[in-house]
């Protein structure tokens, strides 16, 4: 059954328009890297759509790899406690690093995964969130590139979850119980 029959869903950003802003965020990132090669970093799982249309929206050298981490243990806060299942399969040292990530909420997971990717030596280390819910962050971090910020509610869709669920879903919507 497709979740969207079972459970409807308020559409908070619809499928043309994330295409359009990752087209143009493909843009912003190649005119900041230049000619150089970029190493793409997917989180998973949330970010794996996202990675998916992003890298087709950069032009020129891409190398991709990614992480596995669980920042939830299935509800819908983040607990703090990030756990690796998952780590890099090649060394980014004097490589020039992006890290592709589904949402910043909290900021917690992405700050962890900053720290342990800075030891490694990248040339550069930036971030590529598609969406940025600064209301609730406990960090100080930002992402380089945001694809949309939203109000402080949990969303699903094109890539997210809940409980595994949702994450076929071509758009993001808010997820009403
Ligand atoms: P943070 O550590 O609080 O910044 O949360 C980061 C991770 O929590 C993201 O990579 C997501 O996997 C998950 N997350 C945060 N907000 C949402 C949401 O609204 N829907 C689905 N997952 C979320």
Redesign the pocket.
Known sequence: MNPTQRDPMRILIDEQAIQRRVRELGQEIRATYGDEPVTAIG?LK?SFMFMADLVRAIDGEVRCDFLGVS??QGGTR?TGVVRITQDLKHPIEGQHCLVI??????????EYLLKMLEVRQPRSLRVAALLD?PSNRETKVTADFVGFTIPDE???GYG??LGELYRNLPHIAVYTP
């Open positions: 989180v949330g920042s939830y983040s990530e589904d949402i910043i909420d909290t900021g917690l997971t992405i819910k949990f969303v699903v997210l979850d």
